[in-house]
């Protein structure tokens, strides 16, 4: 090998330069240089160091770093916590990179020594040398160091190579610039790069010391405190950006005087704007401030929409969005007929509560539609924050108005109809409750004057018309049910889905496929056959899905063969849609013993309940399965109770509790059921398991009961009804005090369902029992 070429472990420096003859200490972190160290402390101490041309790479390849470095001798280094190295090394002479060799444990590169090229001109030479010295000297006087140590080593320097790379190292430079006097080995062309450089840094100190100088002449001892943000100004008037900030200035005011904003609130804003000019205009409090400025000009503070108080309209467009939901379009109405009297009327709370995909928050939709105002809607579902009703306080970092204040901007009027969505699924934390935030934005009495936390100003919102949805109350606060008009939108019969999906869903569904009429034949058999036999939900949105998927799968038919019309008929959609998945009457065909259809009510609509008993030979154990809740546990033992107390009067035998085991199963006991409207269904499992006594499988029935026999009154009968009637039940007992709620089921369903009402259990079983009860007394 050449005796100018050397083989040594390479280490990258990121933002650091060393010139020869210099003395650095640096912190090794990288795996790879970390093994180059120990790498050359193993051998004779020697490292190749050599810049990278990006400091954020991470493992810097040939390309990535500068192939004229400097040969170091390591003289010192210690191991540092997190299996870092603190080293320190001492500059011996430039080199060149030859190859860089990347290997798996380190960087190694072919290292060509290189020799300065001493000055051919020496008295050209010893001239740059003058003009340097006294550059430098004019440096250090404008940047107000003095530094005894460099002069003595300048001064004992002979070599004009060494003395250029000693003041190259004192003086703050990019590393670009250092590595462009690190590459120039010719002496005498160092020499004249360097004079360039120190001239240029000469007169950028000049230019900060005449912006200081005027920057004084400007500060009194009361503005000593903003002198930064003079320097910036004198900057900026340097550049010609002050006309603009001055622009924005006069916009501000303008707006502020011009906005039709209440007392108290134009005020606030003169105040906020006061203080805007007094604060420099890059400083974080001016755009705090801007900020806070934006959105008290951009509020709705008078701006109202005229509302279209026309009943007709109002009925027809209702009518014509939605079918069915006569009791929410009524009350509809009745807030038209009486705001068309009293001017006054505050906006009112309305709640609806029903199943999913009934159409809640499309009714919102077509109430604001009806009154001509603009809508805004807020989910609340899976929302903790306080912060998000009420807003975050402006000395929080990146504080923002809550989502109440931010719906009336987006508006952009005072009176919108506010819709909050899914208000039953709320959340809470350690910040607070939602709930409670709400309180006073639902409160016709105090939302007048509804202060956000960031605003900390009373915004009007008795205008706005709220409307809220939820699957169940059950989740809500009192306080909060107590300040809302609660409104049941229950699901839909099967004749009401017909006509949603044939007046509603299918055009609905034709225009986002961009499908035309006379391509595309819907037959009214193809809808019933989506209802009745792919569907059996509350709401709509499964048939709509069906729907639509039926229509992707008849436009590829239409594409794929070519077909100018396709009819759609029964028979298309379950060659679609494959096999149906329910009949329309999926009940047990016989009757069996111990086995009863029990009806509930959920979140998501009405459902049958069925329960299973069996008993077996034992000592008197009572089990039960299928995920109960308590409720229902001692629903179950309540009836125990009452089987063993009353087992004479049913021809039960009297000893069974001693002989006998019980066990009662839901089935689906994978899914959490609860609820007071299980005991009858589970008394007449007993009974008829115990007595051998057949249940009539047509018979499906709700009612709590008490340990003396009595049927106490249950909630959601309608939603039950409905259920019942989609699983092809033709008899339903229910309590005595629920004959009144008869009024709210529909009439088709009162037209294919007999209802019993019950008083004791007597009464339930005599109509669900196949055959005499045999009186024990």
Request: with cysteine; glycine share 8%.
């Amino acid at each position: 090998m050449d005796n100018n070429l050397l083989k040594l472990p390479v280490i990258p420096l990121r933002g650091v330069n060393i010139f020869p003859h210099m003395v650095l200490h640096f912190d090794v972190g990288r795996e790879k240089s970390v093994a180059a160290v120990e790498e050359a402390m193993s051998k004779d101490q020697k490292i190749f160091l050599v810049a990278q041309k990006d400091a954020k790479i991470e493992e810097p390849s040939a390309e990535e770093i500068y192939n004229i470095g400097t040969i170091c001798y390591i003289k010192q280094f210690v191991k540092l916590p997190g299996d870092q190295l603190r080293v320190l090394v001492e500059g011996e002479q430039r080199g060149k990179l030859n190859e860089f060799i990347e290997g798996e444990a380190m960087f190694y590169g072919e290292i060509k020594v290189l020799e300065d090229i001493p000055c051919e001109d020496e008295n050209v030479c010893e001239a740059y040398k003058k003009s340097i010295d006294k550059a430098f000297d004019e440096y250090l006087e404008l940047s107000g160091e003095s530094l005894n140590e460099i002069f003595t080593e300048l001064e004992e320097e002979d070599g004009l190579g060494r003395y250029c790379d000693i003041i190259g190292a004192f003086l703050m430079l990019k590393t670009d610039t250092k590595q462009e006097l690190i590459e120039i080995v010719d002496v005498k062309e160092r020499l004249e790069k360097l004079l360039v450089i120190i001239k240029n840094e000469i007169e950028v100190l000049k230019i900060e010391k005449s912006i200081g100088t005027k920057i004084k002449s400007k500060i009194s001892r009361v503005q000593k405190e903003f002198y930064l943000r003079e320097q910036l100004r004198v900057i900026q008037e340097e550049l010609g950006d002050d006309d603009e900030e001055n622009n924005e200035m006069k916009q501000y005011e303008e707006k502020i005087h011009k906005s039709k904003l209440p007392k108290d609130v134009k005020e606030k804003a003169l105040y906020e704007f006061n203080r805007l000019k007094s604060t420099g205009p890059g400083s974080q409090e001016s755009a705090v401030i801007k900020t806070y400025l934006d959105w008290i000009l951009d509020l709705p503070w008078n701006k109202l929409t005229k509302d279209n108080l026309d009943l007709k309209n109002a009925r027809t467009i209702l009518d014509k969005e939605h079918y069915g939901l006569e009791d929410v379009k009524e009350r509809i109405i009745e807030y038209l007929a009486v705001r068309k009297i009293s001017k006054t009327l505050k906006g009112p709370i309305l709640c609806l509560v029903g199943p999913p995909g009934v159409g809640k928050t499309s009714i919102a939709k077509s109430v604001a539609n009806c009154l001509g105002r603009k809508f805004v809607r807020m989910s609340l579902g899976g929302v903790k924050d306080e912060a998000e009703i009420r807003g975050h306080r402006k000395t929080y970092v990146g504080a923002i108005p809550g989502r109440i204040i931010y719906g009336m901007k987006q508006a952009g009027y005072k009176n919108p109809l506010f819709l909050l969505d899914e208000i039953d699924k709320m959340g809470a934390d350690f910040k607070g409750s939602l709930a409670d935030s709400l309180l006073e934005v639902l409160d016709s009495e105090q939302n007048s004057t509804f202060r956000d936390h960031y605003l900390e100003l009373d915004f009007d919102l008795s205008k706005v018309m709220f409307i809220t949805t939820a699957n169940s109350l059950e989740g809500v606060s009192r306080p909060l049910l107590d300040r809302m008009e609660i409104i049941e939108v229950s699901g839909y019969t099967t004749e009401e889905k017909f006509h949603i999906a044939k007046e509603h869903l299918l055009p609905k569904l034709l225009k986002e496929h961009n499908i035309t009429a006379d391509k595309f034949i819907f037959q009214d058999n193809a809808i019933s056959t989506l209802v009745e036999n792919y569907t059996r939900e509350t709401g709509v949105r499964t048939l709509e899905r069906k729907m639509a998927s039926v229509i992707r799968k008849a436009i590829t038919d239409l594409v794929e063969n070519e077909k100018e019309l396709i009819t759609i008929n029964g028979n298309t959609v379950k060659k679609y849609l494959g096999p149906i998945i329910y009949t329309y009457d999926d009940l047990d065909k016989e009757d069996k013993v111990g086995v009863v259809t029990g009806l509930a009510w959920t979140g998501y609509g009405g459902d049958t309940l069925p329960v299973e008993v069996t008993v077996m030979d034992g000592d008197g154990k009572l089990q039960l399965t299928g995920q109960l809740g308590d409720v229902m546990k001692e629903s179950a033992k309540a009836g125990y109770s009452y089987v063993r107390a009353n087992a004479e009067k049913y021809g039960i035998n009297k000893d069974f509790h001693k002989k006998k085991d019980i066990h009662i199963h839901i089935p689906e006991g994978a899914i959490p059921k609860d609820g007071p409207s299980a005991g009858v269904t589970m008394i007449t499992a007993m009974i008829s398991a115990l007595s051998g006594k057949k249940v009539n499988h047509k018979v499906a029935m709700t009612g709590e009961i008490t340990l003396t026999g009595r049927v106490l009154p249950i909630g959601g009968l309608k939603e039950k009804s409905l259920a019942a009637y989609r699983m092809g039940i033709k008899t339903v007992i229910i309590p005595k005090d629920n004959k009144k709620d008869l009024e709210k089921v529909p009439k088709l369903v009162k037209s294919k369902i007999k209802f019993i009402v019950a008083d004791k259990v007597e009464d339930v079983l005599q109509n669900a029992l196949i055959g005499e009860i045999e009186d024990g007394n």
